[in-house]
């Protein structure tokens, strides 16, 4: 072979190499499992870091199966990341069921970009004893429903026993008002060695989302329903009073610590250390201080939200590729149920996480607060008082003081309006000399822009 | 090329009697293609590449701009209804005000500084090597690790930089939690980082400059300034030009700095084009948003990059 034929050849090979690469790379994967199995892709599979979530999620996918024989579930890692939702879903590689936070659907929904699940609800038991709040969540103006909570939080105030016992103050009766929090966020800091009384976040979007939650406790809103449209609802004197409330404690107590632009996991790792007496927090934070942060649960108290009024909802659920097939969206829905919404296993289910010392008692995962009033909730109460092992006391004041709290969900378009309030925020915590009365209007007309945009 | 078709078929040979037919046009054409088969066979793997990974994604982005998509039905087109949005939005201003905010400060402060350096180790005698590996040396750092490394030193409690101040009786600052200091501190941070890069470009455009000049200045009685002002600088006139060219459009696109140590923070003072435009894409998945932005940003720097060619293309 002549030494042109063969570099003509290569020429070509490499050539139509890389054709088949590209429309190997084109082409979408059979999902159709073996033996006519309907094969369906779910997220939510912890990381091997976390060996125990792992080890329940696997054995759980195995025991699915195995009552579930024309079903082929296939695990993958992660949660909600919008950094990549929208690349996976143009790929093809979103999974069929995939997790979300509670402030997603509604952008989901609206851009229709999870599936309409409606039609296939009426096979699934027990959806009539999830709290309709969170169930609306998911569901569009219609009336059609894109998805199921299965988890959900209320925000509270998180603190640190020890030093509230260190610093003369009573663990057992904590703050329930703003001022309390302000009076003993000043003894926790006059422990000194740079102990912080109370902390709050001011970057990425988590200031406006706490700014959001002390709103909701003062009885305020953030955005209101104004004919077709929203509009924003915290230029008045309800967020004068939550600025100003922040803007003393930070300057003139002197409680909050020097170093702002905090986010959550900051503000854990001070929890965590031992070096902070309170934040506003879910309950699920306490076990991400005990495993990441080296806390200890006897150290910890939950406390329901300062101000009385109200508290701000959160949490999580699953919702469907809005590409599947009917039969993996009845797959799908079959998987979420058995594994999050469903009565008939919680008593082996907690029974497992007792066995390995896991924290059971907290109005938290493995027992969430997802349930209205009846036989599903009374059992799951039960249960969750048979196998506490974790200090229920400790958390009884959030839960008692919980059906007191107006529970509100966030508001639409809640990023955008996140990240107007993040502004306020940090001007309060930042700047000593801050003109409130100037950040809380400059936040109104960015979170007016973003909520002219809710379709 | 001729190489290759001498070793193809041996072209035909016109007699000097007998004058050549003119060859058909497809008959060129099909001769120069299958004479030039190899190369576009090799040309293909990076025709590939550039089509696959630079090229579509700028048409689609163009695209983008003009259209609403959620990558599950077919894209509508909405005119500049993307812009109005970018326009309707009051950080769309405050994100272009800051990047060019950054960019003056990092011409000021980062333009001058590697310069600098690059003469004072160009002049040393001993131990020069060493010196050039320690100014080059936090190029080698990921920048999301240089962000957190200086994140402590600004920390304006304990940090670094105000434990100094304190310790010689001077009043500690806000750093990066102030909007009269975040930005000054963002370009502190990005100049540190990658000022290694431009020390050595600086320190080879040095090492060009004939001895004889300096030689003949100091033999005029210059002194130092002096030899600076009229030999250094307009040897080295036209290295310091492309520089500030590739520095202006880099620093314009500026987005780790602030995503990794302030989020945009304090009060938006820190919020640049990039920055905003992340936000639009990946937080609030509005690709179509995010994508008018980046054509803005891409006409922009266009224009810079136009001139750079040409200052290059004179110059040649």
Known sequence: MSTTIQRRSLALVLAAGLGLTVTACGSESDDAGADGKVAITVNGQPPKTQPFDRK????????????????????????MDPKTFSAKLAGGQLEDVFYVYLTDPANLIARRQAADITDYLADVPHVDQIQPELKEIFTDDDGRVYGLPTANYSMGLLYNRKLFTEAGLDPDQPPATWDEVREAAKKITALGDNTVGFAEYSKNNQGGWHFTAWMYSMGGEVAEKQGAGWA?????????????????????????????????????????????????????????????????????????????????????????????????????????QWKYLNPDRMDANLQRYADQGQPIGLPASPTPDIWVDGEVRDTQESLKEKYATVPVANYQPFVDGLAELDKKIEPPNAQQVYAALDNVMQGVLTNRDTDIGQLLADAESKANQALAQVR | MSTITSRGAPPRVPSVTEPAPPAAPAGRLRRRLTDNLTAYGFLCAALVCFALFSWYPIVRGVLLSFQQVNFVSDPVWVGWENFETLFADPLFLTAWRNTLLFTGLALVVGFAIPFAVAVVLNELRHAKAFFRMVVYLPVMLPPVVVAILWKWFYDPGPGLFN??????????????????????????????????????????????????????????????????????????????????????????????????????????????????????????????????????????????????????????
């Open chain 1, 232 to 336: 924003s609802a915290f230029n008045n004197d309800t967020g004068r009073e939550v600025a100003e409330t922040l803007h003393a404690m930070r300057w003139e107590d002197d409680t909050m610590g020097q170093k702002q632009l905090l986010v959550i996991e900051d503000v854990q790792r001070m929890m965590g250390a031992g070096q902070l007496g309170m934040y506003l927090a879910a309950p699920d934070n306490v076990p991400t201080l005990v495993n990441q942060f080296n806390g200890d649960y006897a150290d910890y108290g939950l406390a329901p939200m300062p101000g009385g009024e109200g508290t701000l909802l959160g949490g999580e659920g699953y919702m469907i590729n809005p590409k599947a097939s009917p039969e993996k969206i009845r797959a799908g829905l079959q998987w979420i």
């Open chain 2, 163 to 316: 434990s100094l101040l304190r310790s010689v009786g001077l009043p500690p600052l806000a750093w990066l939690n102030s909007t009269d200091t975040s930005m000054l501190s963002l370009v502190l941070v990005a100049t540190w980082a990658s000022m290694g890069s431009a020390t050595l470009i600086y320190l080879a455009a040095l090492a060009t400059i004939p001895g004889e000049l300096y030689e003949a200045a100091e033999l005029d009685g210059a002194t130092v300034w002096q030899r600076l002002r009229h030999v250094t600088v307009p040897q080295t006139r036209f290295v310091l030009l492309v520089m500030m060219l590739m520095q202006i459009i880099a620093t314009m696109q500026v987005f780790t700095e602030p995503y990794v140590m302030t989020g945009g923070g304090p009060e938006d003072s820190t919020v640049t084009v990039l920055l905003l435009l992340y936000r639009y894409a990946f937080t609030y998945n509005d690709f179509g948003t995010a994508s008018a932005m980046s054509l803005l940003l891409f006409v922009f720097l266009g224009g810079f990059s136009a001139l750079y060619l040409r200052l290059t293309r004179t110059r040649s």
């Open chain 1, 56 to 79: 329940i999620f696997d054995e759980d996918v195995a025991k699915f199966e195995e009552e579930h024989p024309d079903i082929d579930i296939q695990p993958r890692e992660g949660f």
